[in-house]
């Protein structure tokens, strides 16, 4: 069973440069999350996905971030143009809804790619 | 103020000896899931154990346990029988709200070493 895949691994670009990130869900996941990592600010979500559809995109720095997610298989984090601060390890990760559960908060972990290392220079 | 707080950034541990990771946690839902993941050097966030703001047991997966203090908000991560491949960091999450199934907030972690 494949987990989250996610693509490049690593990316070096230079400042001003469109950055575009990948992921692929683990099938049948309901839910797509993109995290940013970072030594100062730890894990911060900037966006997640439910169906398909953006819930939560208060996280996205600025409009230099765009994320999309045209269909349950895939989904691409932009940044255009890149600056030397969004320097980062980007984590891709998805979760199935729980089914059966009302009232409660949903005990579904994140499955999490294995990231992509952006370096802006 | 921070959802969740992670007050070590860094712990040592002897071989086959057992170990707490501490985590408290704000929240005013009454509904809330607490996450534990483990980020070994090699980068990739690997699932723990789970805890349900109305479990009324502590969880347990192997030699992971969750000491849940629900009055102290509090989620302590508990590994025993530490072993030289439990060197990672260790992050503390939480879920919370009635019915939702998305986002967790992640704490700032522990660096945990094992000594031989």
């Known amino acids: 069973d494949a987990g989250v895949i996610q693509s490049p691994r690593h990316e070096v670009t230079e400042m001003g440069q469109e950055v575009t990130l990948r992921c692929k869900p683990i099938s049948g996941h309901d839910y797509l999350f993109w995290y940013r990592q970072t030594m100062m600010r730890g894990l911060e979500l900037l966006i997640y996905f439910n169906n398909n559809v953006p819930i939560d995109d208060s996280g996205m720095p600025e409009d230099r971030f765009s994320a999309k997610m045209p269909n349950a298989s895939f989904s691409t984090l932009k940044i255009q143009p890149s600056e030397p601060r969004d320097s980062a390890v980007y984590f891709c990760?998805?979760?199935?809804?729980?089914?059966?559960?009302?009232?409660?908060?949903?005990?579904?972990?994140?499955?999490f790619g294995n990231g992509t290392r952006l370096t802006v220079t | 103020a921070q959802k969740i707080t992670q007050t070590q950034p860094g712990m040592f541990v002897q071989e086959k000896e057992a170990v707490t990771l501490d985590c408290t946690y704000d929240?005013?839902?009454?509904?809330?899931?607490l996450f534990w993941y483990k980020q070994p050097s090699s980068g990739e966030m690997i699932f723990l154990i789970y805890?349900?703001?109305?479990?009324?047991q502590n969880a347990t997966e192997g030699r992971y346990s969750l000491n849940f203090q629900k009055a102290r908000k509090s989620a302590n991560l508990v590994i025993s029988a530490s072993q030289l491949g439990d060197s990672a960091m260790y992050f503390c999450a939480m879920r919370e709200g009635a019915g939702s199934q998305g986002n967790l907030i992640f704490g700032k972690g522990t660096k945990l070493s094992v000594k031989p």
């Open positions: 929240t005013s839902d009454q509904s809330y899931g």
């Open positions: 990760a998805s979760s199935l809804a729980a089914r059966g559960q009302t009232g409660v908060v949903g005990n579904s972990p994140l499955h």
């Open positions: 805890q349900g703001s109305y479990d009324e």
